[in-house]
């Protein structure tokens, strides 16, 4: 049944994807907003089922650690959210400059707290832990080493991504710190953010700005969430947006959004900006553009 629920969902996806010409305008049949920093963008608005993007659905970005969401509810579709892990050296395979939950090898954290260290401090080595576990729990081999248990992860990840309705993704790391043969496409990535924010334990997590954990095995630490727009002390601080997830690879910034004010609700994309502040800019004129023309 659930398989069945994520056809419809990506069908209507494909058959309500528009697209126009690529420019730095964002133009819908409702909404017109002009000069935006990012190089794609795309709005999904519930309240007519329609996606609209700056480029062809199809075009080509880089979701950077947006790739967690997919990593996440992969994750939760092979582990129960309780289940015990404890992580390895799977932790240092993180890139040079990539954020971290700061997991360690004689750590021992659940399923879902580690899916809150991919969630709100982004941490790569959350996803790797995660990564490492399922591939594991795939190949039925417990011992597999970590590399090869996060091949496994990987390639299913590719494959779980086709069976939701995704055309042209391709994924090689659970965390998206990588080159150019990862990469996805504005309806790809539209989609599987649609499919997180329907998730409860993701959006319990991509909506906090902070949160005081404490390990399975005892550490404590504390999360920031990587999204300024959900600090109140920061100037891009939102009050209707409700969760998703940063992306951060050099010159290239992304954020995918969930906005929800009661009347107006959107799942906002925004690709290819040069600096962060971009990513948060271009968000706060697409939320603008749409709630000042209801």
């Known amino acids: 049944m659930k398989r069945i629920c994520l056809f419809i969902i990506s069908f209507i996806f494909v058959v309500l994807s528009t697209s126009c010409a690529h420019s730095t305008d964002f133009i819908s049949a409702s909404v017109t907003v002009k000069n935006l920093e990012s190089e794609y963008c795309f709005v999904y608005d519930y309240s007519n089922d329609s996606l609209t993007c700056t480029s062809d659905s199809n075009t080509k970005v880089y979701p950077a650690s947006i790739t967690k969401l997919l990593t996440a509810m992969l994750a939760l579709e092979i582990m129960s959210p309780d289940s015990i892990i ?3 050296d799977e932790v240092y395979l993180t890139g040079e400059y990539a954020s971290s939950a700061y997991i360690r090898p004689h750590h021992t954290l659940t399923l879902e707290m580690l899916i809150e260290g991919m969630m709100i401090p982004s941490g790569n080595d959350a996803a790797y832990a995660v990564s490492a576990a399922c ?3 795939i190949s ?14 990987v390639e299913e990840m590719n494959e779980y991504a086709i069976s939701v309705g995704c055309t042209g993704s391709n994924f090689t790391t659970p965390d998206g710190f990588a080159a150019d043969e990862h990469y996805s496409t504005l309806h790809d990535i539209a989609l599987i953010s649609r499919l997180a924010s329907e998730n409860e334990i993701i959006m319990k997590y991509t909506g906090l700005p902070t949160d005081n954990v404490t390990y399975a095995s005892g550490q404590t630490n504390t999360w920031i969430n990587t999204n300024d727009m959900l600090h109140e002390n920061s100037k891009y601080y939102c009050e ?10 050099t010159g290239n910034y992304c954020l995918v959004t969930l906005y929800d004010d009661g009347e107006t609700k959107l799942l906002i ?3 290819g900006a040069k600096d962060e502040s971009d990513r948060y800019e271009d968000t706060l004129r697409l939320i603008n553009g749409y709630t000042n023309n209801q």
């Open 86 to 88: 404890s992580p390895g």
């Open 135 to 137: 591939g594991r729990k």
């Open 140 to 153: 039925g081999d417990d011992s597999l080493r970590y590399e090869e248990a996060v091949k496994v992860f």
């Open 240 to 249: 209707g947006i409700i969760g998703l997830k940063t992306g951060s690879l």
């Open 269 to 271: 994309g925004v690709f």
